[in-house]
């Protein structure tokens, strides 16, 4: 139908427009974190945009939805201020049946936003994980930046400079405190060090030249003092940073119907299933809320009812919270879209039921 094709053509040019924006804003913050972070030695610049590229289907997630609801207002608001809507209803053509028209375009973002969902974001969010684990394990002379002291971990390392490739650093500082107690802290000097390559990547292995190696007791005045020439130091990496493989959200959707009894897995779960059918309920809630005649504009009702759907959306993450808790059921997700789709409803039918429960309310008093 020319009429299906000229509103799918509307609504998915805006959408893309809308979600192309808030994408390039939210990814803009988000660079801005990372650089920061890589400034200060912490990340390789690298692989900054392969971060954002596993990031981005999470951040999708939520944008498209909420795009894809701004575009429903945007191209039916239209109809209404260039009399278009006037002309279809005339033509017996309705506001419910162009609903049932975009039924079709609806159904397919909700396929794209459950492929996000289901398969693209957990996977993203797994490379991710990775990336950021390995990132986390550039401890020690990885993170040295010259006159300035670094810690990470028990270490703390200063150099006074530092070679273009990294493998060669004099002024050597570094302080090593126990990590148990009644054990001494290290405190070495060395006047140059050298990086050795090893097949080991737990560690960074250098080979320190004329130096001093002290053993100190904190509270204490008892030290130890040893001299070297030259003295291999192995400076273990951070064992804290690995890659948590039970992280929900990237968990694959097999292992979370195989747990699917433990709360957090359920809610997960739950969400995964459930918040795709919101795109069902963001056309409901456009069609109805939508309605504006020609001197207020398409823009009046675009905030309030913005806020209406991000209000839901905004349920569904609480009651994510909630259900792995303990304190609900998988349940809460369709009774939250149930019940603003009805409301939608509600709200579409307003102009006839405005009269009859005037009326209504009128018997009651003269009764």
Do not use: C
């Amino acid at each position: 139908m020319i009429i299906r094709r000229y509103l799918v053509k509307q609504v998915v040019s805006t959408s893309l427009v809308v979600v192309s924006i808030l994408t390039l804003i939210v990814l803009g913050a988000r660079l801005i974190k990372y650089f920061g972070v890589a400034a200060q030695g912490r990340l390789d610049v690298s692989v900054l945009f392969s971060i954002i590229g596993y990031r981005l289907p999470e951040f999708l997630i939520l944008l498209l939805p909420l795009s894809f609801f701004i575009g429903l207002m945007l191209v039916f608001g239209r109809l209404y201020v260039e009399h278009e809507m006037a002309v279809l209803n005339s033509s017996g053509v309705s506001k419910h049946k162009l609903a049932r028209l975009m039924l079709p375009m609806t159904l397919v973002f909700v396929i794209v936003e459950m492929i996000l969902m289901v398969w693209i974001s957990p996977w993203g969010l797994r490379q991710f994980n990775e990336l950021s684990s390995t990132q986390a394990l550039r401890t020690g002379f990885d993170l040295v930046r010259p006159k300035e002291f670094i810690s990470s971990g028990p270490y703390t390392i200063y150099a006074g400079s530092l070679s273009e490739d990294r493998k060669n650093l004099k002024d050597i500082f570094v302080y090593v405190k126990a990590e148990k107690a009644g054990k001494p802290d290290q405190l070495v000097v060395a006047k140059e060090a050298t990086r050795v390559e090893m097949a080991d990547e737990t560690a960074s292995v250098v080979d320190l030249t004329q130096g001093r190696r002290y053993e100190i007791y904190p509270g204490t005045a008892k030290y130890v003092q040893a001299e070297f020439q030259t003295w291999r130091f192995r400076i273990e990496n951070n064992k804290e940073a690995k890659y948590d493989s039970n992280d929900v959200s990237a968990l694959q959707i097999s292992k979370l119907w195989e747990n699917r009894n433990d709360p957090v897995i359920a809610s997960q779960l739950g969400w995964r299933i459930f918040a795709p059918f919101s795109m069902f309920v963001a056309l409901a809630l456009a069609v109805a809320l939508s309605e504006v005649t020609p001197r207020q504009g398409r823009y009046l009702k675009l905030f309030p009812a913005l806020m209406i759907f991000a209000s839901m959306i905004v349920l569904l993450i609480a009651a994510q919270t909630r259900i792995s808790r303990g304190e609900f059921g998988i349940w809460v997700y369709p009774a939250i879209l149930v019940s603003y789709f009805v409301a939608a409803m509600l709200f579409s039918r307003k102009q006839s039921l405005a009269p009859k429960i005037k009326r209504k309310i009128k018997q009651v008093r003269s009764s």
